[in-house]
């Protein structure tokens, strides 16, 4: 059977700001939909003073439930 685009979570892209990576991000779990777009850093400083100011990636993950993948940015440039 073949899932719709619709019945999936959209892709993310966002840049960690402590390790100047481009990465994509599918949101899991997070209970309501939001629309295909990009992350920004301000988002991120805005979970990171609400969660209690994580200082690395690993740590934004953990507390955000958000899973994320690394990938080179030349390889984003492709997407």
Known sequence: MTRLRADQ???YTYIVPHIYTR???RL???GNYAPTGTITNEYFAYIST???DPRSADDLERVT???TRHVRASTMDLC
Do not use: M
Request: charged share 20%; proline share 7%.
């Open 9 to 11: 979570w959209p892709d």
């Open 50 to 52: 609400r969660l209690g």
């Open 23 to 25: 990465a994509k991000v």
């Open 65 to 67: 439930g958000l899973s």
């Open 28 to 30: 899991i779990g997070l």
